[in-house]
């Protein structure tokens, strides 16, 4: 019963050798004689089809991504699909061969004997590069830069016997590429390797490689897997036998349990997965590794015990102490059962706290958990969402902290704290709490940073990966808040998109000099519309000024956001305007280079007068443009 909580804490924020992360956990697998949490990469299939297929020559494979992304994983699903000995992977050396041997006619062999390979190859496996590659400021070995000159040869010979499997972060590759001895074959297979990762691609012409960046996969799938194989472990049916005792491991009162089923509920599931998805449209990918952090640090979190991750014998204490409440799925979601400095070096706990859930708020939310108690209006949800969690709802603590708050009667700065905190802890807890259909009246989004984010994936995400069109409203809100960007005026109009500039700075403030209005309806070639990018998996809003004349510009969450909250309050929101209100000038930037291009096939009109045209705004926020003729 003990064993699988041991085990499942190597997946958690517990500190180890990053770089032997999934040796690690399988040897400690086959130490315990217990299953890994195991479950087919999206990309798995496709990485063992170059090289076991019958149809086609195998060709060499790079796998690259950030730490954590499943790169050593995947090899050893190839290693095993091509029938290689475990023992030899066992091995902690980061290089490995395979060689096939068939007679001529392969008719005589049985399918499902060996990979229907269609030359015989050697195979050579280097399932890391960082460990196979020298120390900064070193020297290659020669055997070493001997066989890597070999793949870059392999990659440009049709009639090559060997072929490559080579795992490395990006970085890593184009930077060890760099250190090889120049040879024509060394420095086009190291510009193949940078044209892939800057285009996104995963072959080209004439190329024998397939490039794989992990780092691409959806978050939010890769989320999907872990969690069914995390909730459905074999590990999880032995804690359930028998009948334990009211305190004990997987008793009624076991936080363990409680995290464990609350994390299987489908309104749970959702919620977390609509984060990570979030993550995917800000450009933020979580790799696999994190997310079974995430998981293993919902369920074990305790801020108290040993490594912050309980053990079966840390339950009945932490039952006793009466500090039960502290190991909140809910709290543990988002690191808080860490450190600050270990909470904030953890990719996915740095990406889940700019979402801000838990301090962000609004008055519904604040006086449902403050005054909802009794209360004619709010009373039904404080009860559903507080008082009946008998785990994570109100307890002593929370109605004693609460009623001193109210009434003012300490003074004591330390225990007004202590409530503000459980506060947060309780808002977090209602962002998985609150069903679907009472999002509206509740405005859960309020409790994050990005309150137009349910929006964004319900109405734009989903509509456009459905093939169906975005809401008029939605799109003219979108232009309205692009208008008050590349004018720098509070323009309320949303039928045509605005550019200007101040005469010779396009990125300027204010500009007030009108160069083109582009119709945001069908005509004459010009649109403004939204799109889905099935390859990318990102959102994209389009300016056409003619068929073949378009400007894209990629629409991720906090755009989204920020374009809403200016069209909407007309301020820029400070907490991300920066970073936001440059991409959107750059923006503007590439529309007024498409419009140029468009004049330059237009017949220029010649004239002795240079016309501008001057934008201001009636009372109303109207767009009012006056042309002026200037005299040369």
């Known amino acids: 019963m003990n064993t699988w909580l041991k085990f499942l804490r190597h997946y958690g924020p517990v500190p180890r050798n990053d770089n032997m992360y999934d040796e690690t956990i399988q040897r400690s697998a086959r130490r315990q004689r217990i299953a890994p949490i195991d479950f087919e990469h999206p990309y798995q299939a496709r990485v063992i089809n170059c090289f076991n297929q019958a149809s086609a020559d195998p060709v060499s494979v790079i796998l690259t991504g950030t730490a954590g992304d499943g790169k050593t994983h995947l090899c050893r699903q190839v290693w095993k699909a091509l029938k290689g000995n475990d023992e030899d992977w066992a091995s902690d050396s980061p290089y490995l061969t395979i060689q096939f041997h068939y007679p001529k006619d392969r008719t005589t062999w049985p399918e499902s004997h060996l990979p229907a390979l269609y030359r015989n190859v050697t195979i050579h496996f280097i399932r890391d590069l960082s460990g196979w590659a020298p120390q900064q400021g070193a020297e290659w070995e020669p055997d070493k830069e001997e066989l890597l000159q070999k793949f870059c040869h392999s990659l440009f010979n049709p009639d090559t016997d060997e072929v490559f499997l080579i795992a490395a972060n990006d970085g890593q590759l184009v930077e060890s590429w760099r250190r090889l001895k120049e040879t024509e074959d060394v420095t086009r297979a190291r510009q193949v390797f940078e044209d892939l990762l800057v285009e996104d691609r995963q072959e080209q012409s004439g190329v024998r490689l397939r490039f794989f960046n992990l780092s691409r996969a959806s978050s939010a799938e890769l989320f999907d897997r872990a969690i069914e194989k995390f909730l459905a472990h074999p590990g999880w049916d032995e804690l359930k036998h028998g009948v334990p005792g009211e305190n004990d491991l997987f008793g009624p009162k076991c936080p363990i349990r409680q995290n464990y089923e609350l994390l299987g509920t489908p309104l749970v599931r959702a919620r977390l997965r609509s984060l990570l998805e979030l993550c995917d449209y800000n450009g933020l990918h979580v790799p696999v590794r994190q997310i079974l952090l995430l998981l293993t640090n919902a369920v074990l979190g305790h801020p108290d015990v040993g490594q912050h991750l309980m053990l079966p014998g840390d339950v009945p204490k932490v039952i006793a102490a009466g500090t039960v409440s502290k190991a909140s799925l809910y709290n543990n979601i988002f690191g808080a059962n860490l450190s600050d400095i270990r909470r904030q070096s953890i ?286």
């Open 347 to 632: 990719t996915i706990f740095d990406f889940l706290e700019r979402f801000q859930i838990g301090y962000e708020t609004s008055n519904r939310v604040d006086n449902l958990l403050i005054f909802g108690e009794g209360d004619e209006n709010l009373g039904g949800y404080f009860e559903t969402f507080i008082e009946k969690d008998k785990f994570y709802g109100a307890d002593e603590r929370f109605y004693a902290a609460k009623r001193e708050y109210i009434e003012g009667t300490s003074e004591d700065e330390e225990k007004s704290n202590e409530f503000l905190h459980m506060l947060v802890a309780q808002r977090r807890g209602l962002f998985f709490k609150i069903p679907k259909d009472s999002e509206v009246e509740l405005n859960l989004w309020e409790l994050t940073v990005f309150r137009f984010a349910g929006e964004y994936l319900e109405e734009v995400v989903n509509v456009l990966k459905r093939g169906a069109v975005v809401k008029r409203p939605l799109v003219s809100r979108l232009v309205k808040g692009l208008n008050r960007v590349f004018t720098g005026m509070l323009i309320n109009s949303d039928r045509e998109l605005f550019l200007a500039t101040s005469g010779n700075y396009s990125q300027a403030k204010v500009s007030r000099i009108l160069v083109e209005r582009v119709s945001v309806d069908p005509s004459k070639g010009e649109k403004v519309i939204l799109r889905f990018a099935p390859a990318s998996g990102r959102v994209l809003l389009l300016v056409f000024f003619a068929p073949d004349n378009f400007v894209d510009f990629d629409l991720t969450l906090i755009r989204y956001e920020f374009l809403s909250r200016i069209a909407m309050e007309g301020a820029l929101p400070a907490s991300f305007s920066k970073e936001c209100y440059e991409d959107l000038l750059a923006f503007k930037s590439k529309l007024i280079a498409a419009y140029t291009r468009r004049q330059a096939k237009e017949e220029a009109q010649a004239g002795s007068t240079i016309s501008l045209t001057l934008l201001s705004l009636t009372e109303q926020g109207t767009p009012d443009p006056r042309a002026v003729e200037i005299m040369p």
